[in-house]
């Protein structure tokens, strides 16, 4: 028997005396809540423009903030140069040579049979899912919004306001971050959310606003040099075999970077204002980067060079993300294995991605790219990385740590070295993807049958699209 003195004087001591029966099991604790996933892609934007990849011109400060707060991956590749084909790897988790969508003539519907979507693992872990999307080119109309709670396209021609210039037909970032600020606010605190923003301001035409234009040249304030008919016209001489000077479109091309970067910075003020920044995993990359006739071409969608596949990619995260530079070769697939293994979603068996917080050792980071007259496939393997042009059948294999422009393709023995080696990976990697899509039996599906609504197509046109494809 307890007497009741001693029960008393147990509860008020806050111990509960045992009656001599088994201890009560302690009540369990609640599950830390899983974090907030901001993942803000820049579309367009290559990874050498930036401050904390080393370069010492262009202003970036706050990326390159949180580069020095989170952990840097140097060598991040898109898996494939075009933003429709990257952005359904990076919410399919599989390659495009899988679900099929290469061009824009292909849409990511819901026809894609078998394949989870990143923001539907989210969605069944707790999360509120919200994506705003600057570039038309992931509209719902193609099959992006899956998974999505709220998918919201920020270009004038839905807001049905009558665009003063073709530049108004897609929102800028200081669009873009307001509207992001705002949803965060809105956003139901107790439940965790998955935000993806897609800012489109570095992709041509490259017309930054004041005084991004004349940051770094005073002549170009105002300067008509980036908009869609001089780039068009500047693509044209370019084909004709002429050597004009991408200069000015590549200075312009810089001001808008300067400028997403600014507002990048007011979207992470509202998280740090709101406490939310350390709950938060925060991520920074692109889609795909943009040439300027390294190698004969601007834009992208055309060629598998470094300038066109090589993105940003920056975590930050207090606990799992900081401060580290990592030098494994790694892609946007790595980044959904991520995104759900940090939510503790389930990361579907087949995905080859791997979760960025742990080791990765060596490995290949296969890029592909279909895209009208354009056909070819690129593999990375520590320094190597062989391009084959599927088209002409050439195949060049460079050492990017020695030759980072790809500039001086190897030649005889270390040539045929590589490229034993390198062909032997690509044939292991066409044979996982043909047993992927026999397991799948996905198709993909043409964009005839699915219409496309006529702001959407202008939209698209402003952006250099003719009739959905790029020129
Ligand atoms: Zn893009």
Redesign the pocket.
Known sequence: MVSKARLLLGLLLGIVPTLGAAPEPAAPRPAPRPPNLLLFMV??LRADVLGCYGNERIRTPEIDALAAEGTVFVHANAPVP??RP?IASLMTGVPADVHGVFSHQHVLSGQVAGLPRLAERLAARGYTTAALVA?P?VDRVFGFARGFDHYEGLYETRHGRRPATSRDLVSDAAVVVSRARALIAELEPRRPWFLFVLAIDP?APYTPPAPFDRIYNPLLAGSKLGKMSAVLDFDQRLKEGENPSPLAMRTLYEGEVSFVDREFGRLLGKLRESGELDHTLVVLTA??GEEFAEHGHRG?GKTLYEETTRVPLILRHPRWFRHAVRRERVDLLDLSATLLAVAGAQVPAFWTGRDLRGPLGQRSVVSSNHFGEYSSIAIRRGNLKLIKDDTSGAVEVFDLEADPAEKSPLRGDALEAARATLAARLDAYRKQVAALKAKLARTAVESEDEPVPEGIEKTLESLGYVGGKKR
């Open positions: 579309d367009t075009a933003t990257s570039n080119n992709h889609d795909h992208h």
